[in-house]
């Protein structure tokens, strides 16, 4: 029997691209130990770079070429090499000086080219870059993040639409600012880990000071609005397996506006049969499983149904499969 590849070079597709490697739940008790480098969670667009000569393209998770809208991220004279792959995270940045990512959809959800240009004007965007991939055609993926990160800092400078992440071996003085700044939270990284690509790996951990989820929109209810509450699913692991689940209801967060531009969306894809186990009121209009919302939530039930949830924003740059239950 041939051995499962874990690192995930068969993700890769023809074309040479690559899947960004994704991160796992972890705890604050990560946060004193050793072996680790910690940055800061960024609330924005992750994207992969790809720079060939003078040639420059942004992928993002989905795999979607997004460069021409953001035409002030020509970056290629911040970068020293001939070809290379970087791995960051696209954001906009408020006047206190924090990532907004209210602020990135006003760029990331226009399509117009007169509109992306007034709008880079006023809400130009960063690339934080916090990885490497490749570089003059020598995959780096094997090495180690510590050794990735010296070979980032040789390559790529800080510039006016470019920025090397900011990482720090004393995460629970980054995670005090982080309180203090009410941003989603640290990402910590084992210095010797390799790159997964297209992995959800244990080496990657996520500390969110906020609690969000992204779940997938799966009905809706309509009594006093358009809609009421959106009923939201997630894909449970079990075993080698993943199974949708429903988590429960949001039914805060939205204006009208949205709410009308939803509807439209949805009741174009609805079915009779809920794509989840369900066991409530039968007032749920469902829909096929295709978008993505992000909400804030207070914890969940021991039933694993969703406790205070409130809107946050759709997800267009996720596949519904990243959308998974995390043991808390």
């Known amino acids: 029997m041939k051995r499962k590849d874990p690192s995930g070079k068969g993700m890769k597709k023809a074309s040479g691209r690559i899947r960004p490697m ?14 680790y480098i910690f940055e800061p969670k960024l609330d924005g667009t992750r994207a992969l770079l790809y720079l060939n000569k003078s040639r420059m393209e942004l992928v993002n998770r989905r795999q979607k070429d997004i460069t021409r809208k ?32 209210r602020l990135l959809q006003k760029r ?29 055609g020598k995959d780096l993926t094997d090495t180690g993040f510590a050794g990735r990160k010296k070979i980032l800092m040789e390559t790529v400078s800080n510039g006016e639409n470019m920025e090397i992440i900011f990482s720090t071996v004393n995460g629970k003085k980054l995670w005090k600012e982080i309180q203090k700044r009410k941003l989603e939270g640290v990402m910590a990284k084992k210095k010797d880990s390799r790159y997964y690509p297209g992995k959800r ?19 809706y209810t309509h009594e006093k609005r358009v809609i009421s509450a959106l009923a939201l699913a997630a894909y449970e692991e079990i075993g080698d397996k993943k199974k949708l689940r429903y988590i429960g209801r949001v039914g805060t967060g939205f204006t009208e506006t949205f709410l009308k531009k939803l509807h439209e969306k949805l009741k174009n894809i609805r079915i009779e049969k809920p794509p989840v186990r369900y066991k409530g009121s039968k007032d749920v209009k469902w829909v096929k499983p295709k978008y993505i919302c992000e909400v804030r939530y207070l914890e969940f039930s021991k039933d694993k149904i969703i406790r205070a949830p409130a809107f946050l924003r759709m997800r267009d740059d996720k596949e519904l499969k990243e959308c998974i239950l995390e043991a808390e």
């Not at 911040?78 to 924090?98: M, T």
Request: aromatic share 10%; glycine share 6%.
């Open 70 to 101: 953001y035409p002030e991220l020509e970056l290629s004279g911040d970068i020293d090499a001939e070809s290379c792959v970087l791995d960051g995270e696209i954001i906009v940045y408020d006047q206190k000086g924090n990532p907004s990512f």
């Open 22 to 35: 994704l991160a796992r739940l972890g705890d604050k008790d990560l946060l004193s130990r050793k072996g």
């Open 108 to 136: 990331d959800q226009i399509e117009k080219k007169f509109l992306i240009a007034i709008r880079s004007d006023q809400y130009p965007a960063t690339y934080v870059v916090f990885d490497i991939l490749r570089k003059d």
């Open 201 to 219: 790996a244990p080496v990657w951990l996520k500390i969110k000071f906020l609690k969000t989820m992204d779940c997938i929109i799966v009905g």
